[in-house]
């Protein structure tokens, strides 16, 4: 069964830069999209990107994403860190038969 | 702007059917180049993918769950239902619907807390 792992936990000092793996269990996560979700306590999840690194409107262009094939991973990347970017990342993509698959999410921790 | 609204019990009995309805408001049903999903959040725990489907009619469901899963869409309403049959403690959680467009943002629901318990 193809999995997407991440790390539990993170985290950086304001005005930092963070970076969260996303790591494909096996095939190729380029061969599907990933989208990267920002889940605060007690809320929604909302987009903070979609299609590897496309920003929905709203969301600053402090938050990027990148592939990397060589060691089949997404990666989800926030500049400038502010205190209100402190929430739970999850990312996701399809396997090779369309299934969804979630990451296992990670805490973010700006302190 | 797509929102989405899930509706159904929050208490289930164990063995029991859970049905969910998520209504779109905001645009159609109908959209091509969409799928609308099922998510589910156990209490504390990760995002569990649970199915899609897309206007037409085609599913795609989570291989641990298929044999309990039910999608189905409603497009006179703008609606698309969940149906997990045999639940148990073990499916307590928060479920999400959303919608997955191609080349486009997720838009999620609130939420809704369904708990299984006699």
């Known amino acids: 069964n193809f999995m997407l792992t991440q790390p539990h936990s993170v985290s950086e000092s304001p005005g930092k830069t963070v970076t969260i793996s996303c790591t494909g269990s096996s095939g190729s996560i380029a061969s599907n999209y990933v989208q990267w979700f920002q889940q605060r306590p007690g809320s929604a999840p909302t987009t903070v990107l979609y299609d590897n690194n496309e920003r929905p409107s709203g969301v600053p262009d402090r938050f990027s994403g990148s592939i990397d094939s060589s060691s089949n991973s997404a990666s989800l990347t926030i500049s400038g860190l502010k205190t209100e970017d402190e929430a739970d990342y999850y990312c996701h993509s399809y396997d090779s038969n369309y299934h969804g698959v979630f990451g296992g999410g990670t805490k973010l921790t700006v302190l | 702007q797509l929102q989405l609204q899930e509706s159904g019990p929050g208490l289930v009995k164990p063995s029991e059917t859970l049905s969910l309805t998520c209504t779109v408001s905001?645009?159609?049903?109908?959209?091509?180049?969409?799928?609308w999903g099922w998510i589910r959040q156990p209490p504390g725990k990760g995002l569990e993918w649970i199915g899609s489907i897309y206007y037409t009619g085609s599913t795609y469901y989570n291989p641990s769950l298929k044999s309990r899963v039910t999608i189905s869409i409603d497009t006179s309403k703008n609606q698309f239902s969940l149906n997990l049959s045999a639940m148990t403690a073990a499916d307590t959680a928060v479920f999400y619907c959303a919608s997955q467009p191609g080349g486009n943002s997720w838009s999620w629901g609130q939420g809704t807390l369904v708990t299984v318990s006699s």
């Open positions: 905001g645009g159609s049903i109908s959209s091509s180049n969409y799928y």
